[in-house]
């Protein structure tokens, strides 16, 4: 690296086509630093009122409804909130999903599930922060099978009202943001039932508080207490006793029931029905991976620097080494730093898949939307847990001053630490993935649930499973870069820096394990197993083949920004960081592709030597590279790093 | 598994030879079983005098005191005192620490360095917890280097008392467990000044507060604030202003200044010196590596259970199916589950060489000192990562309840998170490991620093280094059971499940990957790196062959067990628990073994299959398992467990 880094240049590839409201949002979390500080000092109590009166100044200003239409008082602009949402992740993280349960989920639901009534009503109070809300889905004993929810929503035909039951414990509204202090309304999920037959899983908006805040009859609402993190969040339970709401509470856009009690719905499959109602929800998920991944960014910045400044041993009379000068202090930080990026790039291009579907005048096929959906599960599932184990690393990097709560781990490890099972479960939304890969987004994906996905695939010959995969159309050219044994550069390290080469790397691990997990149910199906127990067998590969294709999708959006650059130094650390990472991914994995004929021992051993080696050169820049995510020095004002006790 | 297992008998067997002592710990801690409420519902201050008076009341009952000799109060049996402390983890864990830091550091100190004079004046009432203490060592620029300390203690000829001094801020105490609120005594780590000359660090008394609580003359006290847990522990940092202490207070054990300002020493090498002072004080990180292997079994049991009652998806019209009838559910439990086993009689044979070795009456040579020191600070590193690695995948397992801090994963996580980096950062503590198993504990190893080692090694020959380790010696018979490429065996999967193939494998691969690092330490310093880069670059395969290390000693220790066990359901489950243990082992480091020629591609993919065969094994004994463990149902109490909503 001779020519340094045009570091405000790289926070601007970084920050895209949003720079603006990037830029703003960052002005506003530096007006707001201090509830960095309140969160560690103020009781739960007082804690909880703050963020929501934070959250109340924030809607004041615009910045937390940008994705809402114009009419209601918003800024019109998906692709705007998502970049908004994603930047708060450098601040408090209680605020943040106090704002994602507010304007994405409860503002999200109103917008998406329901129909002009619901939006003149409700929309612009909402996007003011008038009218706080909530979204009671999950069930103490429901949360990923919504479908499956206890929750009784029964049409009374003289009444012309919907009545709103929880049958058992198991049933009650649970973990439920806002609930426990601030809602005034909910928008609940509940089974509807007209005229004894049940219709599936539906959303209500049901009134849960007066004005005075003191629940209304019949709604029972507890507080869920302290938890590891987010303790600026107000999660409850809810249970309800036959409460009554008007028919015209129904969220009605993709089913309706009369006044004389006749269900009608566009969308005649009730498991397809369901799944599109869901599917408008996705911007949830992709709004929590983007959080995830700049949670990454903070604790990253503080351990890269404080690693830039402390000392430990060193040749007697000489000064200390700085701990990133240790090769295991750069392996465990450079390549997470590398993976960052990738999962920022990755992001990116979801982010713009979103606006584009969500923004579009005509309507979008269901084929695209799934895919979006299915796109959206994995990188959030990617997404947070890199969150967690970043974090955690870099805590640990940090020593006695990582574990206190003044240098900023604490909060963004235990504020972080649901991402990774709120807004779906990873390994559920892995499974998710998956069944889109292995069913092609066909048009009975939606109806589809797991064991149904075991008997479609059961069904197919595994070449037709695979064929139909984007990923076999990307591997046609797989013997000019991909060495096999016997071929001549199977045991060089050759070409271990060629992004053609990584490409096609992940591509077939993609396409091998998914033809893996195709032979695997089919076998298991053809053996008389049942399909619970086959899919219990071949779940961790299902997981991996999932997996495997959103690092590729992550690859390849790296490859393409990289390509995209102009020439320079900037472009040049973004090679060596997608280099990073390409070849992380595969030294973690590389005994399954050695296990598969894909990689030769000594090739193996070359990329581990290739890894250690890319971290020495990112090493002189990993300050600028850090710097470059444009977090304001004023939520990094970490013990660690304003003073300098350390020389 | 015809036959069911024997629970209490197989707690019996975990209890080992501390069955009495460990019981009455667990009714202790039933007592107090309220200290998990307050951690969540106190506030900081409230809860730092709470943890403290339950300790002074522990110290009553002579709970906390069983280490110490009874001359002074103190129950007189080393093993007695871990067993108790070990136990303790299933409780608060801030109340663990505050005792760990009481009477472990702070009395095992003055118990260790002091002499009759200090053990007179201190013992006794710091075992009744009349007298508060604390332990300062580390410094905000010096935590793992502590021979590189910044505070001073000059020794002044004129008023024969020691005059000590904190440079600068980087030379601060930090992190002081009870320094912030409760300790009127420190025991300060210091260089030693006399003369001009120094002497290197020594330990000093030094009162730090009146009886009224006010810090002393010349003592800056702050507190470090919060931290991501143990807030119940009050820590803090010290800094001396020429504070004044009496020629007495240097705890002389290993060396002397006399009246006239002569220093003596018997241990005439001052690194040796350090070093074994340094040693004495090995039970504390014993005492962590158990309390880390203890909290997991906690996190276990939650885990366990809940999986046991909570249902997800399911073939329609049938209840939904048990999280633990998932595959990837066992995948995710029962592997962590094994490794607690094994690690816990790992730690059964550590804890038993300590009381040998601390309690012989004879004297014991160095070679077996630094190797209890050594083997200690492995199962230290392994047993607190597996807690950190354990209690976060039974916290992600158990999804949103999980969060939930009534549930314990809360507390577990953040309490014991701080443990891979106190008492010794778990990197250095295998790098401490690996120079013993390099230098083969020889008569310099005390005093051989990393570089020093680089250098020792790099002067042997590979061949002289490695016929000197113990596992050498071990693999003598390797050809029987190791199949090597071309042997008959070697594509096939037979004899996975033989101990000795295991023990095989490990004991292999901590021999290939010892010589493989000292090849690196000779290269690299033939070729004229400077030591610090050598070491910079091999550091990964410095940790990597001290993980082997341990790893094959807990195998070990968990073989033996199984073999010493009678015949019985409880030894096959014991047995099954130790296959499962050693595969996982295999499998997760699977590619180098391949890498290097000891596993083939058809025998590794046939060690997968064999885990999760083995997990399916587990499954319908997984709650005896947990069970066993002897966690009272008291501190099991969490609200997943204790209502039935799930249903």
């Known amino acids: ?43 739960r109590a007082a804690f909880r009122e703050r963020v929501k009166d934070v959250v109340v100044e924030l809607a004041a200003t615009g910045q937390t409804g940008l994705g809402f239409p114009p009419e209601h008082g918003g800024g019109g602009d998906i692709g705007a909130s998502v970049a908004a949402f994603e930047t708060m992740a450098f601040g408090d993280l209680s605020v943040l999903v106090k704002v994602g349960v507010q304007f994405g989920l409860f503002g999200g639901a109103i917008l998406q599930l329901g129909t002009q009534r619901h939006h003149d009503a409700y929309l612009a109070p909402l996007v003011r922060a008038e009218l706080l809300g909530c979204f009671a889905m999950t069930e103490t004993g429901h949360g990923s099978n919504v479908q499956e929810l206890g929750t009784v929503a029964r049409y009374d035909l003289e009444t012309r009202e919907y009545v709103i039951t929880t049958p058992d414990d198991a049933a009650r509204k649970d973990y439920i943001g806002n609930a426990a202090a601030h809602a005034r309304v909910a928008v609940v999920f509940a089974q509807l039932d007209v005229g004894g037959a049940s219709q599936g ?15 209304l009859a019949g709604v029972r609402i507890t507080d869920d207490g302290r938890k590891i993190g987010l303790n600026g969040v107000d999660n409850g339970r809810i249970a309800f006793d036959g409460v009554r709401v008007p028919r015209e509470n129904l969220l009605n856009r993709y089913a309706d029931v009369s006044e004389t009690g006749v269900y009608t719905s566009e969308i005649e499959n009730p498991d397809r029905r369901f799944f599109t109602m869901l599917g408008t929800l996705v911007q949830g998920r992709v709004c929590v991976g983007g959080a995830g991944i700049n949670a990454s960014k903070v604790a ?76 959206a599960a994995g990188t959030k599932a990617l997404g947070t847990w890199h969150a967690s184990d970043t974090i955690q690393e870099c805590r640990e990097a940090c020593g006695g001053a990582g574990y206190l709560s003044v240098n900023r781990f604490d909060a963004l490890r235990a504020d972080t630490d649901v991402f990774t ?60 870069v991909l060495p096999g044994s016997g071929d001549d550069s199977w045991d060089t390290d050759a070409g271990l820096l060629d992004p053609q080469y990584q490409l096609a790397m992940l591509r077939w691990r993609e396409e091998h394990m998914l033809s893996g997990v195709a032979r695997r ?90 890894v250690s080696s890319l971290c020495r050169r990112v090493r002189p820049i990993a300050e600028d590279l850090v710097d470059a995510f444009g977090i304001p020095a004023e939520l990094l004002r970490t013990e660690i790093l304003a003073e300098d006790p350390l020389t």
Chains 1, 2 share one sequence.
């Open 1 to 43: 690296m001779a020519e340094p880094l045009d570091v405000p240049a790289l926070t601007a590839t970084l920050d895209g086509t949003y720079v603006e409201v990037r830029n703003l949002t960052r002005k506003r979390l530096v007006e707001y630093a201090g509830v960095l500080d309140d969160a560690r000092e103020l009781d």
């Open 300 to 375: 990253l910045a503080i351990a890269v620097k404080y690693a830039l400044r402390r000392r430990q041993f060193g040749p007697p009379g000489e000064p200390e080494v700085l701990l990133l000068d240790y090769g295991l202090h750069q392996r465990r930080l450079l390549p997470r730093l590398a993976r960052t990026y990738a999962l920022h790039f990755a992001q990116e291009v979801l982010a713009g898949q979103l606006h584009a579907v969500f923004s579009a005048t005509e309507e979008v096929d269901e084929r695209t939307r799934r895919a979006l959906e299915s796109r």
């Open 521 to 610: 149910l089919k076998r298991g199906m053809d053996g008389g197993m049942a399909p619970a127990e086959v899919f219990s067998r071949c779940q961790d590969h299902v997981i991996g083949a999932a997996r495997a294709h959103v690092e590729r999708l992550v690859l390849e959006a790296f490859v393409d920004k990289v390509a995209s650059m102009a020439e320079g130094p900037n472009r040049d650390a973004m090679g060596l960081l997608c280099d990073l990472y390409a070849l992380s991914v595969v030294e973690t994995d590389r005994a399954w592709w050695i296990e598969h004929g894909r990689l030769s021992v000594q090739r193996s051993k070359a990329i581990s030597r290739e």
């Open 201 to 215: 899983v539906h959303a209500f908006v049901v009134p849960i508080r007066d004005d005075a805040g003191a629940p």
């Open 421 to 480: 099972t709120f807004e779906g479960d990873n390994h559920v939304l892995l499974q998710l993935v998956a069944k889109g890969l292995l069913t092609d987004y066909s048009s009975s994906f939606g109806e589809l649930d797991q064991l149904g996905m075991v008997r479609f695939v059961a069904g197919l010959a595994v070449e037709t499973v695979i064929e139909r995969t984007a990923v076999h159309k990307l591997l046609e050219r797989i013997k000019d």
